[in-house]
């Protein structure tokens, strides 16, 4: 386990909703993060699937990490996200990526998938600017 990755564990543990919806940081490096979240039925709307507002939750924290592995303490100052299928399986991954960085600002992008069995599928798509707070 490196530094960064023991340092993002704590920053994790700090966030109440985080630990509430039982999010876990599988991966933390510098421009790179991931977060995975099992899937439960008190996450589910109406349909079955996975609520539209926890895989927000999942893309807008996996953006404030890889920013922060840039950045350090970082707010996410806007965000867009695309859903692009319903969620369906056991457990959600998000995976974020640092597409640019500057002194005070970064962009980033978080994929999220569905995990079901053996199968990934894509189910949103977002992309934000991470400020540096001082």
Do not use: W
């Amino acid at each position: 386990m490196s530094e960064l990755f023991d340092f993002g564990q704590k920053v994790l543990a700090k966030q109440n909703f985080s630990r509430f919806l039982g999010a876990e940081l599988t991966k933390f490096e510098p421009g790179e993060a991931e977060l995975t979240l099992l899937i439960k039925d008190e996450l589910k709307q109406q349909h079955g699937f996975v609520h539209g507002g926890v895989i927000s939750y999942l893309a807008d924290n996996s953006l404030g990490f890889v920013g922060g592995s840039v950045l350090t303490d970082v707010v996410t100052s806007e965000y867009k996200i695309n859903y692009v299928r319903p969620a369906i399986g056991q457990k959600l991954v998000a995976r974020a990526s640092v597409l640019a960085v500057g002194k005070r600002q970064a962009v980033c992008q978080s994929k999220v998938f569905a995990i079901d069995g053996d199968e990934e599928k894509l189910v949103a798509v977002a992309q934000g600017t991470l400020n540096k707070v001082d």
